[in-house]
């Protein structure tokens, strides 16, 4: 079992910086790749960055060259560092981790992931 817990969302305004962290404990020995989910009311949960085992990072096309995904492995970390905020990345951000193999085409797919944070909130206003 992996217990996840994320912290660092927030209020700011557009063009704004915000820095969300996500600790885990328990068997995170045996996990593949991480990811940064974020879902907005009414709509479905959408893959933000992952990053697999070997350190190959993938984003979607909303936030490339915006957000950084990075994991600290001696503290059980993972760190998603947001940039130049939109009000449209106004969403609950959900960190997540798989303990089964990922593949490259599957790494922002919600089906991927068998372990879930509880959600913080990041509201990005115009």
């Known amino acids: 079992q992996v217990q996840l817990v994320e912290s660092g969302g927030g209020s700011v305004q557009a063009g704004g910086s915000l820095r969300l962290s996500c600790e885990a404990s328990g068997s995170t020995y045996n996990t593949y790749c991480w990811a940064w989910f974020r879902q907005a009311p009414g709509k479905e949960r959408e893959g933000v960055a992952a990053?697999?085992?070997?350190?190959?990072?993938k984003y979607t096309d909303s936030v490339k060259g915006r957000f950084t995904i990075s994991q600290d492995k001696a503290k059980n970390t993972l760190i998603l560092q947001m940039n130049s905020l939109k009000p449209e990345d106004t969403a609950m951000y959900y960190c997540?981790?798989?303990?089964?193999?990922?593949?490259?085409?599957?790494?922002?797919?919600?089906?991927?992931?068998?372990?879930w944070g509880q959600g913080t909130q990041v509201t990005v206003s115009s």
């Open positions: 990053i697999a085992s070997g350190g190959s990072t």
């Open positions: 997540a981790v798989s303990a089964y193999g990922c593949a490259w085409w599957s790494l922002l797919r919600p089906t991927q992931y068998n372990y």
